[in-house]
């Protein structure tokens, strides 16, 4: 867990500002500053806790529905304004806002459009802002852009009551103690902006950008838009909605905040359970709760791959700096490189690396593996979710004494190479590295858009 913290702390100091920004205005200068993306993959225990913190963090906003607003299921309900889109990102402060409001109301939005830099809406039109929301008021549609415009919008036409622009019990405190101490008012000013911005912080790097998995314009996109039965306060909902932006899917948002009565239309579609989250999509009639299922769903049907671990990468690029130096010395030492007899360890070098060269050239791919490495394991599950077949070549458990069954192969991987450490993947026999590092390694390969094309050249030079 200490690990996990430290990459966690990583992380968060490298990720951008932005994210956390209220409205936000894209220009097409941003998008030329912002050349990469970050990874993504599928959320840890690590990603459940900080999501948990999130919401312990915003209580008590987007939990329940408030008694003042005007239900949609009530007799108001035919006079009330229709949402017709949001743009949205799930980790930006000024959208949270607006998206606790929803709950709140217990408001239905036809369309949440991910609008993050790199999103498909944003390029269409780079002067976006970020929230707007579009309502149809007495058939005409209206537009309000920017989180003011928008919550007063909603505090007019769905409370009861005259609602303060300020988003948290704090905010109103702070208003209460005018006159106060100043240091006392200081403090709870402090603590209202903690409590909007760790959130956040807690969340750095998810949820506010496309990752390159659903970049390309082969990925499969739902023609219709998918049904989301969630509210903004559950941890679970958060870990979903940050997955919608991230592979950039166009969704219906149906609340079901504590007290919805909202809650009964969806025991009805599930046979009973009210849970949150739960996705509907009307493309493959397809219906589903639990948060990894519904993550590990979108991933695979409306993305090119699922990425790795994100925790893998960043353990990756701390380690592998400091274990290669030695690596090179441990990996001839194995070998016998050590012993007196030169000519003997030599042959044996030879043997092996003309080992390697025939396996290399037997298979499109092939993949030199460790059966107990999680970055071995990690990088044939990539290969596989991406439908990449290969041919996987075991040297031993582990490259540790006792573990490592062929020592001559991993120093002919080395001469060859460069690299003795593994996985060491080759296609059409020559390598591209490991998970995350080599020439280029296989994400920084998928993420480019080169590895299916060096796949499939492989293929055809080898039939």
């Not at 607006?98 to 369309?111: A, K, M, P, Q």
């Not at 400091?322 to 003997?344: D, M």
Request: aromatic share 6%; hydrophobic share 40%.
């Amino acid at each position: 867990m200490k690990t996990q913290l430290l990459i966690l702390l990583a992380v968060i100091a490298s990720s951008e500002s932005d994210a956390f920004s209220p409205s936000v205005v894209h220009t097409q200068h941003q998008q030329q500053i912002r050349s990469t993306t970050q990874l993504q993959s599928i959320p840890t225990p690590l990603d459940t806790l900080t999501s948990g913190l999130a919401s312990i963090a915003r209580l008590p906003h987007g939990v329940t529905v408030s008694k003042k607003g005007i239900s949609l299921v009530g007799p108001a309900a035919p006079y009330l304004p229709r949402i017709k889109k949001l743009y949205d990102i799930e980790n930006n402060i000024d959208c949270r806002t607006i998206r606790e409001r929803i709950t709140e109301y217990d408001l239905v939005v036809d369309r949440v459009i991910p609008s993050a830099e790199n999103s498909r809406a944003v390029k269409e039109d780079t002067s976006t802002t970020v929230p707007t929301l579009v309502a149809e008021i007495d058939g005409k549609e209206e537009t309000f852009a920017g989180v003011g415009a928008i919550l007063a919008f909603l505090n007019d036409k769905f409370s009861t009551e005259q609602q303060m622009d300020g988003t948290t019990t704090l905010k109103t405190i702070t208003d209460a103690s005018e006159g106060a101490d100043i240091n006392v008012k200081g403090i709870v000013d402090k603590l209202a902006e903690v409590k909007d911005v760790l959130p956040c912080i807690l969340r750095a790097g998810r949820g506010s950008s496309v990752c390159t998995a659903a970049l390309p314009s082969t990925v499969p996109r739902p023609v219709k838009p998918l049904v989301l039965y969630s509210y903004e306060g559950n941890q679970f909902c958060r870990l979903v909605r940050e997955v919608l932006t991230e592979l950039d899917i166009v969704y219906e948002l149906r609340s079901a905040g504590k007290e919805s009565p909202r809650r009964k239309e969806l025991a009805a579609i599930t046979g009973g359970s009210s849970q949150c989250p739960y996705l509907i999509d009307p493309n493959i009639n397809v219906q589903m709760a639990e948060s990894n299922d519904i993550i590990e769903y979108l991933y695979k049907t409306y993305a090119l791959w699922t990425p790795p671990n994100e925790l893998l990468r960043s353990a990756s690029g701390i380690v592998t700096p400091l274990l290669t130096p030695l690596y090179r010395i441990i990996a001839p030492l194995q070998a016998g490189s050590y012993k007196a007899n030169e000519f003997e360890y030599q042959a044996s070098l030879a043997e092996a690396k003309a080992s390697v060269y025939d396996e290399i050239s037997s298979a499109p791919v092939v993949v030199y593996t460790y059966a107990l490495s999680p970055f071995c394991t990690e990088v044939t599950a990539l290969l596989n979710r991406c439908g990449i077949q290969y041919k996987e070549v075991s040297l031993g458990d582990e490259w540790l004494p006792g573990l490592l069954k062929e020592p001559a192969k991993r120093a002919a991987l080395l001469e060859i190479t460069g690299q003795s450490s593994l996985p060491n993947v080759f296609v059409g026999g020559s390598s591209i590295g490991g998970l995350f590092s080599g020439n280029p390694g296989v994400v920084p390969s998928l993420e480019k858009g080169e590895l299916m094309k060096l796949v499939e050249e492989a293929k055809q030079f080898m039939s």
